[in-house]
């Protein structure tokens, strides 16, 4: 439905802490298969360590990884150096003035960032699909600052993207709940999101 709706990426939520939509690495590859090289598809991961980043890569056979949460020192260089071709997206969770000089720094290594509205620092962190949004004057510093593409999450719908992308001047959008019903992708919701885009 997402493809055929004229989506450029899909989001595969892998195991997370919390949030909605996760789905078995099985899965996963299964759809990617299937999609082909018709969109990039993304299996947003919780994981920290290259290692087990690089092994879920493998398993599911994605073309970009989206890290979610703090990776370890030297993660992305690894990453690059055993996953020739696979982009590698950084999350950065904007929860303050402190998200720009760690969006900066992630710009350095990563092919992209995403700009999301997560907390990771929580007992049970959350790293997505939250449905708020954050400051996006600050989201705007870090587009602003960095010479990468940035893409733009966090509390989007259909009702707020255009307004998003105004203030923002984001690379692009990712949505999640925003164009979800009772857990599931609404088909409405996600087409009058694609056409806000545009």
Sequence with gaps: MAIELGA????????????????EEDL??????????RVDT????????????????????ASTLQ???TVEAGAHE?????????????????????????AVEAARTADALLLDSGNPKLAVK?????GRRHDWKISRRIIESVEIPVYLAGGLNPQNVREAIDAVGPYGVDVCS????????????????????R
Excluded: W, Y
């Excluded at 996963?28 to 090289?37: Q, S, T």
């Design 8 to 23: 450029s990426a899909i989001g595969l939520v892998s195991r997370m802490p919390s949030g909605p939509g996760p789905i």
């Design 28 to 37: 996963i590859a299964e759809i990617v298969a299937a999609a082909g090289n």
């Design 42 to 61: 993304v299996p947003p991961t919780s994981e920290t360590t290259a290692d087990a980043i690089i092994a879920q890569q493998r398993r599911t056979g």
């Design 67 to 69: 890290l979610v949460d």
């Design 78 to 102: 690894a990453i690059r150096n055993s996953l020739d071709g696979t982009r590698i997206v950084q999350v950065v969770h904007v929860v303050g003035e402190v998200s720009l000089g760690e």
């Design 126 to 130: 959350e790293l997505g699909g939250t």
């Design 178 to 197: 925003g164009v979800r019903t009772n857990g599931r992708l609404d088909r409405e919701k996600a087409s009058d999101f694609v056409a806000n885009c």
